[in-house]
């Protein structure tokens, strides 16, 4: 059975009047929300209620060691399980990454894990606990990283061990992918080969920005055409994908300028693999 | 409301960014609490509920040191067995108050014991001078401040502050109530084995240390997940690990870096002899060693940056009037770190609330128009409850609302209307009273 849903766009606020109209042309296959949009307010999420919906969190701080900061955790899974109960959405993802420090310090933002034995140990636990929890799959997102962590294992290799001993999915960030190879010098698609693509749920595509001479994931521009290489490449091998879904959360365009971009991603996804490009090295 | 209701909304309403403190009638008492009294504890702009303490002078007769704290915890009321229950579990299960907020549920003990140490490190600086203004009004008689040592982290949830105690030193000892301090007794009252004559017993520990006393979570669901998976993790899944507090020291590391410019100018500095003092594995030492300076530097202005950003959303206003509150933002932001707290706000309204009273402060300078710093708080305060629908007051001499509407039309006001006014935020919008 196919698990395919569609591609869509992220949830912003700026779209909400646009989406709550019923007219299907301006309505995604396939809706991402961040949870953290309803905590106040739960009951608005009703009005998305005949669009299927996947969660994407970026506040659970997964790989973030036991500590203080597991009472700010708590009480966000509790915020989304409540969450989930009334939205039912598909799946829920968030970063393989952490927010917080053990002690509670706020980072803002995506931190990179150490790859080694006790951050997989650590992330082994929490898929597992969150999967009992919300009783919903569970995947992980690629960041693109700020720099580079070496340990025991690669970033690959901790996310084929979390999706072999876990059952969980990767949310696989194309445009994190393509950022960190620039940044880091490396080749995308040696480096997309090492995923394990076989349990890809979800893909991401967003712009980037170069900003002092480092490349970062700003979600403010169109998405970039090695991504789409990448996408096209994809194909063959993300067999279990669900959904392909558009980012913005700056500069953004009108919701139909973003849904042809999701558009765009759904055709290179359908087309025949005699026509697939080849990804150009960066 | 009627002019009673708004009398008393006024008599509530102390300093917007500042805490007050009440007897436990409605009274307000805008002055040092004495030793033995109640005070509830409000901080401005969020509502507190609930929370009450009492000023007490604590001495151990171990160590022979004296604390004096203002003990602020939320309210909480203990189902305590009169017979101590055979059954361990049973026994736990009935000290735990299914009607508890969740957040009042003690941390494991290891992670109590793990916490203290690092809070050292780094970021009980910040605190301390985060804290130092609000001191005195906790009503210590402080003969130094330099002898302020500790701070219990304060941990919002529902806008109810959990922990938010000042523990002053005055002897040489810190954070000293071990385990071996705790009798017999307090033993099987940690295990839930104990009495309510042993829990009155223990009380006085228990402001300073609660999660050492109740070091059980029991509650089914998440609580049990967050029992478990501190000492699952490393024990059952990977033995290998050993069981140092894993990772912990790392990210704090790491977070440190990133987030404190003391810790990145040490680690450019001297990064191998930085690295040597800090409990680390050697994976975890290279792993820090190898980050380039740059990108650390680049990391951490982006953290700020990326705060900014969202902070600016939530004061648009402001920022046209004083366009410098960027680099004041920037600045403050860079020595005072956030502590990661849950609630409705996005990230950006949580931010600009936590920034709210030093940038007020600042927007108070005669350099800048009378009424900014007020408009500062007008704009926040109502992002924040519009978001997460908390009501909040703000008392003003300025007429804001039409302040913020000249601003809107590009009008900038040099002779606003001077009045007194009670604005109140909710979710449905500000409403405002022209204060007698």
């Known amino acids: 059975m196919s698990t395919w849903v569609g591609t869509g766009i992220g949830y912003r606020r700026t779209y909400r009047a646009a989406l709550g109209q019923p007219s299907s042309a301006s309505r995604p296959a396939v809706l991402e929300v961040m949870p953290d949009h309803f905590f106040a307010n739960p009951s608005a999420i009703d009005e998305l209620a005949d669009i299927p919906l996947v969660f994407h969190d970026v506040g659970l701080s997964i790989g973030t060691a036991p500590g203080r900061a597991d009472l700010v955790t708590q009480a966000r899974l509790e915020q989304v399980r409540a969450l989930v109960r009334r939205a039912k959405p598909l799946l829920v993802s968030d970063h393989l990454a952490i927010t917080r420090s053990p002690s509670g310090v706020d980072v803002g933002h995506l931190c990179p894990v150490l790859p080694n034995r006790a951050t997989l140990a650590l992330v082994l636990d929490r898929v597992r606990a969150w999967h009992d929890l919300l009783e919903l799959p569970i995947a992980l997102e690629n960041i693109a990283h700020p720099f580079e962590l070496k340990a025991d294992l690669s970033e690959a290799e901790l996310f084929s061990e979390l999706v072999a001993r876990t059952g969980c999915g990767m949310l696989l960030d194309l445009t994190n992918l393509v950022l960190d190879a620039k940044n880091f010098g490396f080749d995308p698609v040696a480096r997309l080969e090492q995923y394990p693509l076989e349990a890809v749920w979800q893909v991401h595509l967003a712009g980037g920005v170069r900003v002092d001479g480092f490349w970062v994931d700003s979600h403010g521009a169109p998405v970039g055409r090695t991504e789409l290489d990448l996408l096209a490449r994809l194909r063959r091998r993300a067999r279990g994908l669900r959904a392909i879904i558009v980012e913005r959360d700056h500069n953004l365009p009108s919701l139909s300028e973003l849904l042809a971009e999701a558009g765009e991603a759904e055709r290179i996804w359908f087309a025949s693999p005699e026509k697939e490009t080849i990804c150009q090295p960066i | ?436």
């Open chain 2, 1 to 436: 409301m009627n002019e009673r209701e708004s009398s008393a909304a006024q008599s509530r309403v102390a300093r917007l960014d500042d805490r007050k403190h009440e007897c436990r009638g409605d009274r307000c008492v805008r002055r040092i609490p004495a030793v033995g009294e109640y005070v509830r504890c409000r901080p401005g702009g969020e509502s507190l509920t609930g929370g009450y303490g009492r000023i007490r002078r604590h001495t151990t007769r171990r160590s022979r040191d004296r604390r004096i704290s203002a003990a602020i915890t939320p309210r909480k009321i203990f189902d305590v067995p009169s017979k101590a229950p055979k059954n361990e579990k049973k026994a736990a299960d009935a000290y735990a108050d299914p009607k508890e907020p969740l957040s009042h549920q003690p941390l494991p003990i290891a992670d109590a014991c793990s916490f203290l140490p690092i809070i050292d490190v780094g970021m009980q600086r910040d605190l301390v001078a985060d804290h130092r203004q609000d001191l005195p009004r906790y009503g210590a008689p402080l003969e130094d401040e330099s002898e302020i040592v500790g701070f219990r982290v304060p941990v919002l949830r529902d806008e109810r502050v959990i922990l938010n105690r000042p523990i002053v030193r005055i002897a040489e000892q810190e954070h000293t109530v071990e385990r071996r301090d705790f009798s017999a007794r307090t033993q099987q009252v940690r295990r839930g084995l104990g009495t309510r004559e042993d829990m009155d017993r223990v009380q006085t520990a228990s402001r300073f240390y609660p999660c050492l006393l109740y070091g059980r979570i029991v509650r089914p669901g998440i609580s049990n997940w967050a029992a478990s998976v501190s000492t699952r993790t490393v024990s059952s899944m990977e033995p290998e690990v050993g069981s140092r507090p894993m990772l912990t020291t790392f990210q704090e590391a790491l977070i440190a870096l990133a987030t404190d410019p003391g810790w990145r100018a040490r680690f450019r500095a001297e990064r191998e002899a930085f690295l040597e003092v800090l409990p680390l594995d050697a994976t975890e030492r290279r792993a820090l060693a190898d980050i380039p300076t740059e990108a650390m530097n680049r990391f951490a202005r982006s953290l700020v940056a990326k705060k900014w950003q969202e902070v600016a959303r939530t004061t648009p206003l402001t920022l046209r009037l004083v366009p410098q509150l960027a680099l004041m933002y920037r600045t403050w932001a860079e020595s005072h770190r956030a502590l990661a707290t849950y609630g409705s706000l996005s990230p950006g309204a949580a931010e600009a609330l936590r920034a709210l009273p030093a940038l007020r402060h600042q927007l108070s300078a005669p350099r800048y128009p009378e009424y900014a710093a007020d408009l500062l708080a007008y704009e926040v305060l109502a992002a924040c409850s519009r978001l997460d629908r908390v009501e909040r007051l703000l008392a003003s001499r300025w007429n804001l609302a039409e302040i913020a509407a000249d601003i809107c039309k590009g009008l900038l006001p040099i002779d606003p209307t001077d009045g007194a006014t009670l604005f109140r935020f909710d979710g449905s919008g500000v409403r405002r009273r022209v204060r007698p």
